[in-house]
């Protein structure tokens, strides 16, 4: 398997839930106190959510509830 992209979402990455869909994963970035979002398919940032801490955020039926 090679190395296709890499990325840098932030400092101690620690966790990432991918949604339903598989078109984007998020990233919790603990030491940047924020949330990446990031584009599947073209490795692209989508979007950077602030978020004190963010460790352990995600788990399967939460993400479920919130429709991602």
Avoid at 22 to 36: F, L, M, Q, T, Y
Wanted: proline share 3%; charged share 25%.
């Amino acid at each position: 398997m090679d190395v296709v992209k890499t990325l840098e979402p932030g400092r101690t990455v620690l966790h990432m839930e991918f949604t339903a869909s598989g078109n984007e994963v998020w990233i919790s970035a603990r030491d940047d106190h924020r949330v990446v979002v990031y584009d599947t398919h073209r490795f692209e940032q989508r979007a950077h959510i602030a978020a004190r801490d963010p460790s352990g955020i995600f788990f399967t039926w939460r993400a479920a509830r919130m429709g991602l």
